[in-house]
Nanobody
Framework: QVQLVESGGGLVQPGGSLRLSCAAS????????VVWFRQAPGQEREGVSCSSSDGSTYYADSVKGRFTFSRDRSNAKNTVYLQMNSLKPEDTAVYYCATRYYSDSLICDFDYNGMDYWGEGTLVTVSS
């Protein structure tokens, strides 16, 4: 059984930082594209960052330069991370990780209808 578990959310002041984790069981994350999505209240789910299985990373314009996706390639922990710096109130949302298998290791995208597995999400609140 595949499980994705996000952690690391919380309340942070504007300008602060958080690091989200997505831990997997039942699959090997290095073989999958992994995507971080977020959903703010009353908003559609949007892609934030994705990493192809070869490690290439992509970011939404709204977070470029502030968020960093990383994979632990030693990966005994089978975990990926999203480092979020210079947080803004508009970053407030539930953050989800999701995976999709592509035979082409270079591909990742923000097509949330195409994801194979999802975590339950972790809430990030940016407020003073």
């Amino acid at each position: 059984q595949v499980q994705l578990v996000e952690s690391g959310g919380g309340l942070v002041q504007p300008g602060g930082s958080l690091r989200l984790s997505c831990a997997a069981s039942g699959l090997f994350l290095d073989s999958y594209a992994v995507v971080w999505f977020r959903q703010a209240p009353g908003q559609e789910r949007e892609g934030v960052s994705c990493s192809s299985s070869d490690g290439s990373t992509y970011y939404a314009d709204s977070v470029k330069g502030r968020f960093t996706f990383s994979r632990d390639r030693s990966n005994a922990k089978n975990t990926v991370y999203l480092q979020m710096n210079s947080l803004k109130p508009e970053d407030t949302a539930v953050y989800y990780c999701a995976t999709r298998y592509y035979s082409d290791s270079l591909i990742c995208d923000f097509d949330y209808n195409g994801m194979d597995y999802w975590g339950e999400g972790t809430l990030v609140t940016v407020s003073s």
